[in-house]
């Protein structure tokens, strides 16, 4: 079945560096979207990404989707301490608009 | 407000005894789901329903039933509970699926012992 895939795991940067994670997919996806969630929350819709080749930004965070809408990034310019948490990729395969598959998350601490 | 409610927030239980979690949206949402959260594992859609009595599996559907009798509500039923569905547990409303999940519940923390 459809896999979506998210790296890396965890990481820890120091305040003010930038921060990455890639998403991708074993299929084309229609859509890739994006979550934030904070420890002890629920995840929070940040974005979607629809056209081949897109990129979205939102103050510092800059969001990418592949050619081939097959993989996305996330890129964070200067962390800050507010970023901190866990952020997901998620994707609809082509032609089914309801089963939502989510990549397993990156973690992201940040060090003041 | 709108809000997605789930109840119980916190629920321990015993293995075999029937356990049903409620989650109900105000916003007239088509759109419902349920998942998952495992450490390592991200999210995982156990079941969403596209609209009042249509529902269909998600990834991981074995051993939860759903229903959606009434488009505000949508509870998931463990009808014989097991330890390997301890697990915290998502229900999510939209008003369509390619628009984002914009509203999630605050999660049921499920324990079976």
Redesign the interface.
């Given at each position: 079945g459809q896999q979506v895939m998210q790296i890396p795991q965890y990481q820890h940067v120091q305040e003010g560096e930038d921060f990455t994670t890639y998403c991708n997919s074993s299929t084309t996806l229609s859509n890739i979207q994006w979550y934030k969630q904070r420890p002890g929350g629920h995840p929070v819709f940040l974005i979607q990404l629809v056209k081949s080749g897109e990129v979205k930004k939102q103050k510092r965070l800059t969001f990418q989707f592949g050619e081939a809408k097959k993989n996305s990034s996330l890129h964070i310019t200067a962390t800050q301490t507010t970023d901190v948490g866990t952020y997901f990729c998620a994707g609809y395969g082509s032609g089914n608009t309801g089963k939502l598959i989510f990549g397993q998350g990156t973690t992201l601490q940040v060090k003041p | 407000e709108a809000q997605v409610t789930q109840n119980p927030r916190y629920l321990i239980t015993v293995t075999g005894k029937k356990l049903t979690v409620t989650c109900s949206q105000n916003m007239n949402h088509e759109?419902m789901?349920w998942?998952r959260q495992d450490p390592?594992?991200?999210?995982?859609?156990i079941y969403?329903s596209?609209n009042v009595e249509v529902t269909?599996k998600?990834?991981v559907p074995e051993g939860y039933k759903v229903s959606r009798k009434e488009k505000r509500n949508f509870p998931l039923i463990l009808e014989s509970p097991s330890p390997n569905q301890t697990s915290l547990y998502?229900c999510?409303s939209t008003a369509s699926?390619?628009?984002?999940?914009?509203f999630?519940?605050?999660?049921t923390r499920l324990t079976v012992v």
């Open positions: - | 759109y789901s998942y390592g594992l991200g999210l995982r859609q969403y596209m269909d998600g990834d998502f999510a699926p390619d628009r984002g999940l914009a999630f519940g605050q999660g």
